[in-house]
């Protein structure tokens, strides 16, 4: 899955435009020296954004040890993975050290007890709900484009996987039928073959008889009776040859 389609770069793009948004109000906080009231507005708004960050991050983190259970199976290793991990304790960390400045600079801005009371309080307030309500949007659906996306995802899966038991299936099938006909045909080759020696062996007891009967006659025939029918076969040769060849 590119970076473009991968939900975890959604959010991730989403969750870096909060971060440096958040930066640069913390650095107009940083720059306001005598507007106590505009100071005790944007450390406000700092402590909101923190939290919802906080939070999203948090959710991201879910998802990532989710996909470390099994990263072959959403297309990952363990060196995305780690990039992931490394990217959210990055972000995790900038937020953390605006909170804890912001938090530090509520004390040192106060001119006493009841001042840096008066401003806990303020920063201690529950964050402006638009906003928050807006963060948690976005994360929220960000998650829910990452789950969806993974849902397809595995979805396409397991149709694929379906698709290639089907073709095994047909493979296997025309397999066998391949080798139910090679069967039938050794089957049919042995009952020629049996054939075959059946006349072999009928061919040669004829054989046999033939030149018994033979040796019989050459036996009674006697030397003039042999010279006789060797002059015959001869003759008899020739005939044929010519009767063949020459006309």
Not at 25 to 36: A, L, P, V
Not at 46 to 63: G, N, P, R
Not at 208 to 232: H, P, Y
Request: hydrophobic content about 40%; aromatic content about 6%; charged content about 25%.
């Amino acid at each position: 899955m590119s970076s473009a389609q991968d939900p975890f770069y959604i959010v991730k793009e989403e969750i870096q435009e909060s971060i440096d948004k958040l930066q640069s109000t913390f650095h107009q906080w940083e720059r306001i020296s005598s507007d106590y009231g505009e100071k005790v507005r944007l450390a406000k708004e700092l402590q909101a954004s923190c939290e919802s960050i906080e939070w999203q991050v948090d959710e991201l983190d879910k998802v990532i040890g989710v996909a470390s259970r099994d990263p072959s199976w959403y297309g990952m290793n363990e060196t995305e993975l780690e990039k992931r991990r490394r990217w959210t304790s990055t972000a995790r960390t900038k937020v953390g050290n605006v909170k804890k400045a912001v938090l530090a600079g509520k004390e040192l801005n106060g001119t006493g007890p009841a001042s840096a009371s008066g401003m806990r309080r303020e920063l201690m307030r529950m964050p402006n709900s638009h906003q928050a309500a807006t963060s948690n949007h976005y994360a929220a659906q960000g998650n829910d484009d990452f789950v969806q996306s993974e849902s397809d995802r595995q979805t396409l899966l397991i149709k694929q996987q379906d698709d290639e038991l089907d073709e095994l299936s047909a493979s296997v099938i025309r397999i066998g039928s391949v080798g139910l006909t090679i069967h039938d045909e050794l089957l049919a080759q042995e009952r020629i073959i049996d054939e075959l020696g059946t006349e072999m062996d009928s061919t040669s007891n004829r054989l046999d008889f033939v030149q018994k009967k033979v040796g019989m006659v050459m036996k009674k025939a006697g030397v003039k009776g042999q010279m006789m029918m060797i002059l015959f076969l001869v003759v008899l040769f020739i005939i044929l040859f010519v009767l063949v060849f020459l006309t």
